[in-house]
């Protein structure tokens, strides 16, 4: 693998330096101070972390706490091998893990990255971008997990376990302000309370809201802020020893005028409309003319029954799930009224099953089987309009308007068996195994017709029609685990992953052109080590990789229409090596952190999309439209990228502590595209966080004082071309690329 030695040994430098450092002080004997051990749910069963042949990333309430980690969007600081594609709106945005992810605005094709929450998988990636309410843990399991959590865990899973209402009354608030950058307030609270011995409930509920960052100089003011609020409600039941009920139902809903991206590069014509404004890469101000909005409403309810059948557990979990969204932006760019309406609304609902049978894990062979099912509805309407002011479309009558309108209906189906298995050859040597049936039906109804009160439309009609298209799938998994002695285990695994087929209903598809995209499947092999050394005062965690995809499932924004196109792109692979560890020398400090090699590449792709400045430059043999991509990088991948934290606890009197806390991040350069466009790119760049906590300890609060950017280090969420003026460049500047001062307050009871 192509500098995987090179990165290897810096891996080996990072452990070694760390060895040394425990060494000193904690190889004698043991102490009071060691590290906690970790539980996850990775395996759809309850095991210490380091038990677990695959690799995981688990970061709990304390860990979100102290790095200011509100939004799932944000886990991206913890988790070196998890990215964020930015589409301007939640809809349009996505996970990636080590290279993979599915960014589309099509409301044919769903995500490669699930997002699970308290056992039920989100279908689009909108649903994904919330508030962290009440949280207990985060996973974010690594390579293909479609197994045990299906198609769409192609490429990984983020999974969110929220906490249940307790034997004991609990109650906490919080509150968070900004006191110096980007103005934000955040207030959130909990209750559980123990009716009886066997009847619970726990309430949580926030709101917050980010000022407007972006100013707009036509009208003297900023935009792109939001508000968000929500609540969850728990019911906890045991009637019986045996059995224990749990319902679940949430709310969540989020506005602003947003999510207008600024002017990056600006050709000499759109300049000219640009005024006063100066595009550039720090530049944070617009000046359009057309409505800004963004708005979601996110709700569910969900049932979950645990069985105690002797050893064994029989698992149902019945979920129905809604979720709706609508915005627009000003297409572009300028106060000019050219392309000012491009607005969008998408309703979506599922309904899933879930039923498990979990076996002891004290005998000779362990698994987890089950079935699960899955319907999903997506309605979208979608309305473009053109002012042809300059006369593109009729050069004689300059001035009139052109629009169209299409309404779009997707429904799919999927039924799946899995299981899962783990053979103790001895008490130190496993064999592992699994396999997972999928059937996966996909249709839609699409229909473009002229919108009201313009001349024409923009595209031409479409009557009303349907496709559809099915498929079935077989994929497994094998492996081996050894544990070389009593704080070291290996794993070594070879997994199938796989994604169901796809179609690009966009605006401007049509009868003759949609065509289904193929499945992605995929195969993994990882290799990795799980080891608590030096008396539990070091958790150190390793995992080499190498995946490969075919008909990898992209968009791609085709140079000549400057549509967005839904595609297989051949074949891809992503290999390296991931590093996580906590640790903690003395009683008085911890240190945790991770690193990503992640080496993504298109391995096959000869039609690929270019750019229209690719185009125009005849870059990469671009004139006619298409590249040979092959050999490229894969998009949103920094190639490293890493995190470190260091935290310094210091007695304040007998009932206090300060805690001194600095984390730094880092990440090599990013491309935005898959079409290599040089001016997608975001060179490299470090933050540093920094915050001191005071904590009572007798009393349960907190007080934080955080710095968060401290360097006020500049970046960017994503770099697009712009539809209207060709050549020009615009970025999603983010709202927290600028240093911000506040203060977190936490009081518990």
């Known amino acids: 693998m192509k500098n995987i030695g090179k990165r290897s040994r810096v891996a080996s430098s990072v452990s070694l330096a760390m060895a040394t450092l425990m060494a000193s002080s904690v190889m004698a004997a043991e102490s009071d101070f060691e590290l906690e051990k970790i539980t996850v749910t990775a395996s759809k069963r309850v095991e210490n972390l380091q038990d677990v042949a695959s690799a995981v990333t688990a970061l709990s309430a304390d860990d979100l706490v102290n790095s200011q980690i509100t939004r799932t969007e944000d886990l991206v600081n913890l988790s070196p091998s998890l990215t964020f594609q930015s589409g301007g709106?939640?809809?349009?945005?996505?996970?990636?893990?080590?290279?993979?992810?599915?960014?589309?605005?099509?409301?044919?094709?769903?995500?490669?990255?699930?997002?699970?929450?308290?056992?039920?998988?989100?279908?689009?990636?909108?649903?994904?971008?919330?508030?962290?309410?009440?949280?207990?843990?985060?996973?974010?399991?690594?390579?293909?997990?479609?197994?045990?959590?299906?198609?769409?865990?192609?490429?990984?899973?983020?999974?969110?376990?929220?906490?249940?209402?307790?034997?004991?009354?609990?109650?906490?608030?919080?509150?968070?302000?900004?006191?110096?950058?980007?103005?934000?307030?955040?207030?959130?609270?909990?209750?559980?309370?123990?009716?009886?011995?066997?009847?619970?409930?726990?309430?949580?509920?926030?709101?917050?809201?980010?000022?407007?960052?972006?100013?707009?100089?036509?009208?003297?003011?900023?935009?792109?802020?939001?508000?968000?609020?929500?609540?969850?409600?728990?019911?906890?039941?045991?009637?019986?020893?045996?059995?224990?009920?749990?319902?679940?139902?949430?709310?969540?809903?989020?506005?602003?005028?947003?999510?207008?991206?600024?002017?990056?590069?600006?050709?000499?014509?759109?300049?000219?409309?640009l005024g006063e404004l100066s595009a550039s890469e720090d530049n944070k101000s617009i000046n359009v003319a057309g409505e800004l909005y963004n708005e979601s409403e996110s709700s569910g309810h969900s049932l979950e029954a645990n069985w105690e059948l002797g050893e064994y557990t029989l698992t149902s979990i019945s979920a129905y799930r809604d979720y709706s969204s609508k915005s627009n932006q000003d297409v572009d760019g300028t106060p000019v009224t050219l392309l000012d309406i491009n607005a969008g609304e998408s309703s979506q609902n599922q309904t899933t099953q879930e039923l498990r049978l979990t076996s002891p894990q004290d005998q000779m062979l362990t698994y987890v089987v089950g079935l699960y099912y899955f319907k999903q509805s997506m309605n979208r309407d979608f309305q473009r309009i053109y002012h042809d002011l300059f006369g593109v479309f009729v050069p004689t009558f300059p001035g009139l308007k052109f629009g169209s309108h299409y309404e779009a209906t997707v429904e799919s189906t999927s039924y799946a068996g899995f299981g899962q298995f783990e053979v103790n050859i001895s008490d130190t040597f496993r064999l592992l195994g699994g396999a997972r049936y999928t059937n996966e039906e996909l249709d839609f109804e699409f229909e473009r017709e002229q919108a009201a009160d313009v001349y024409a439309p923009i595209v031409a009609n479409q009557a009303l029609y349907q496709d559809a298209t099915d498929d079935t799938d077989w994929s497994f998994k094998v492996g081996a685990q050894w544990d070389l002695n009593k704080d070291v285990m290996s794993y070594v695994t070879l997994t199938e992953g796989y994604k169901g087929p796809a179609f690009n209903v966009i605006f401007e598809m049509t009868s003759d052109t949609t065509l289904p995209v193929a499945p992605e499947t995929s195969q993994a092999f990882e290799v990795g080590l799980k080891s608590r050394l030096f008396n539990n005062h070091l958790v150190l965690n390793t995992a080499l990789f190498k995946s490969n995809y075919d008909n990898f499932q992209a968009q791609a924004q085709d140079a000549s229409s400057a549509a967005f196109t839904l595609l297989n792109a051949g074949e891809v692979r992503t290999q390296g090596i991931e590093l996580d560890f906590q640790a903690r020398p003395t009683e008085d400090m911890m240190i945790s952190g991770g690193f990503a090699y992640i080496d993504a590449e298109i391995v096959d792709f000869k039609g690929g999309p270019c750019s229209p400045r690719q185009v125009a430059a005849d870059e990469n043999s671009c004139a006619d439209n298409s590249q040979d991509l092959s050999g490229k990088d894969l998009p949103f991948s920094p190639k490293v990228k890493f995190n470190l934290s260091l935290e310094y606890f210091m007695p304040v009197g007998e009932d206090h502590e300060l805690v001194p806390r600095a984390t730094y991040r880092w990440q090599g350069d990013e491309l935005f595209s898959m079409d290599q466009d040089a001016e997608k790119s975001q060179d490299a760049y470090g933050v540093l966080d920094i915050s001191v906590r005071l904590e009572s300890l007798d009393q349960p609060y907190s007080v934080t004082l955080f710095v968060n950017n401290a360097l006020d280090e500049n970046y960017v969420d994503a770099i697009v071309h712009n539809n209207i003026w060709a050549g020009s460049y615009d970025h999603y500047y983010s709202p927290k690329s600028e240093r911000t001062v506040g203060i977190d307050f936490r009081y518990t009871w």
């Open 89 to 273: 709106s939640d809809n349009a945005s996505s996970f990636n893990i080590r290279g993979i992810g599915t960014q589309s605005f099509s409301s044919g094709v769903e995500p490669s990255i699930a997002t699970v929450i308290d056992g039920v998988i989100m279908g689009r990636s909108g649903m994904a971008f919330n508030e962290l309410l009440d949280v207990q843990r985060v996973e974010v399991l690594r390579g293909p997990q479609g197994m045990l959590f299906g198609k769409n865990a192609s490429g990984g899973v983020v999974q969110i376990i929220t906490n249940d209402p307790g034997d004991s009354f609990e109650a906490a608030i919080n509150t968070k302000a900004i006191l110096s950058g980007t103005d934000e307030y955040r207030v959130s609270g909990m209750i559980s309370v123990p009716v009886t011995d066997t009847l619970g409930f726990r309430v949580a509920a926030f709101t917050t809201e980010r000022d407007d960052h972006i100013y707009n100089v036509l009208t003297d003011r900023n935009v792109n802020g939001s508000k968000n609020s929500g609540a969850r409600l728990k019911i906890k039941w045991q009637p019986t020893d045996d059995l224990s009920v749990k319902w679940s139902s949430d709310f969540s809903e989020r506005s602003g005028e947003c999510c207008q991206p600024q002017a990056r590069t600006a050709t000499a014509n759109e300049a000219h409309f």
